[in-house]
């Protein structure tokens, strides 16, 4: 392999005072909700908020002066792009950043921040790509590949140093791939210190290309994903072989599970978890067998999530946790029952969030109303309750499944 431990050792030497020295901590609560022995690496608390820190600092810090002087480009939607406009303003170095048209507006910002120039380009990474490629040719730019480097997955290995140093009988480290940088530094530093750890890389469901990768099987990605950060189409033969070679299994794990994971993170860890870096604890959700009674080692990668992502995210937490529920109720449309259902739940504890009248649906007769009623809950038995309870009273009910969306238990 062209990246060996020794290299690590010395980026770990590198990156003492240049990069934050994140925690690594065990989770009485994840563990009891898992069933797993579960120990987290806190990458979301680096000044980026990922472990991307750590190669794009490694990488630019082994520039020569020319190179330096000349400046360094780079391409990337997020992590990698805030990482090495951060690192490259520190070492004085000019830095161009070429990210797609569809960016989060917050993203590019936060790049521009740390002194890059941003140029937004094209609708995907590939791209974008292509626009790095046109201005490297004009300007003569070094360019800094996200995972394809072996300074950058040197510097990522670090991770597993610092993991078990901190915890020397974990068992296994389950760790993110997108490119596969970090899984193939972690890798090797781990197996190096703890021959017997078995190393478990996760990939989202829509983008499983090193998991096709290292079978050698054709693989098609696409599609949306809270795990953006590890969406990534084109896995290169440098990672490829590394985990090949040092990878004992890829898990994929769906929606739902990344969604679960970022919530809980956020509710019994109390930090956040972008997609990604909520994509290990996925895997434990997802596969509980495998992991029970064992440490584990998770790497929350990286916390860059949008606002508006995460009050999602906990709203439909909370829906599946039945701590919101919502109601659809057929009533006569005349005056005062409204109020009589508002005096209801006001009884049975619930609070209402909103309510909405529908009267023009077809279904529904001329003279009846059907109300949507947003509530809050104790918790699912609570709302199994007022269900019951407002059934007694002589109303249809229903309970849907998102606000004013269909209906999936019905009451009659």
């Known amino acids: ?21 994140t925690p690594m901590l065990y989770s009485p609560k994840l563990s009891a909700i898992t069933g797993a022995d579960i120990h987290v690496k806190f990458e979301n608390l680096q000044v980026t908020n990922s472990f991307k820190d750590r190669g794009a600092y490694i990488k630019l810090a082994s520039l020569t002066a020319k190179e330096r002087k000349t400046g360094v480009i780079a391409m990337s939607a997020g992590n990698h792009a805030q990482a090495v406009a951060f690192h490259a303003h520190r070492l004085g170095i000019p830095a161009t950043i070429v990210m797609p048209e569809t960016t989060p507006f917050t993203k590019v910002e936060r790049t521009k921040a740390h002194g890059a120039e941003v140029v937004l380009s094209g609708e995907t990474l590939a791209e974008s790509q292509a626009t790095a490629e046109a201005i490297i040719a004009v300007r003569h730019l070094l360019l800094v590949h996200p995972y394809d480097d072996d300074k950058i997955i040197a510097g990522q290995g670090t991770v597993a140093i610092e993991m078990l140093a901190s915890q020397p009988d974990l068992e296994c480290l389950v760790v993110p791939i997108g490119g596969g940088g970090l899984m193939s530094g972690a890798a090797i530093a781990a197996k190096h210190i703890k021959p017997d750890i078995e190393m478990i890389g996760v990939e989202v469901e829509q983008y499983p290309s090193m998991y096709h990768a290292v079978r050698g099987d054709p693989c098609v990605c696409g599609g949306a994903t809270l795990a953006e950060g590890i969406a990534v189409k084109n896995v290169t033969e440098r990672t490829i072989a590394i985990c090949k070679r040092l990878v004992d299994d890829i ?14 993170f956020l509710s019994e860890q109390k930090t956040v978890a972008e997609g990604a870096g909520a994509c290990g604890l996925a895997a434990v959700l997802s596969n509980p067998d495998q992991f029970r009674g064992r440490k584990v080692g998770l790497v929350l990668c990286g916390g ?27 009533i006569d449309d005349r005056p005062g029952i409204l109020g009589r259902i508002a005096t209801l739940l006001g009884e049975l504890g619930a609070n209402i969030l909103e309510v909405s009248h529908q009267r023009m649906f077809l279904d529904t007769p001329a003279k009846a109303a059907d109300i949507d009623v947003m509530i809050e809950t104790r918790d699912g038995h609570h709302a ?12 249809v009910i229903s309970v849907l499944d998102a606000p004013h969306g269909r209906e999936t238990v019905k009451k009659t």
């Open 251 to 264: 898990r994929l794990v769906g929606e739902s599970k990344i969604e679960r994971a970022i919530g809980l």
């Open 1 to 21: 392999m062209s990246v060996e431990f020794s290299d690590i050792e010395e980026a770990a030497r590198l990156l003492k005072g240049n990069v934050v020295d």
């Open 384 to 395: 199994r309750e007022i269900v019951a309870t407002i059934e007694t009273q002589g109303f």
């Open 304 to 330: 860059n999530i949008g606002l508006r992502i995460m009050a999602s995210v906990i709203y439909r937490e909370l829906e599946r946790d039945e701590r919101i529920v919502n109601l659809r109720i057929r």
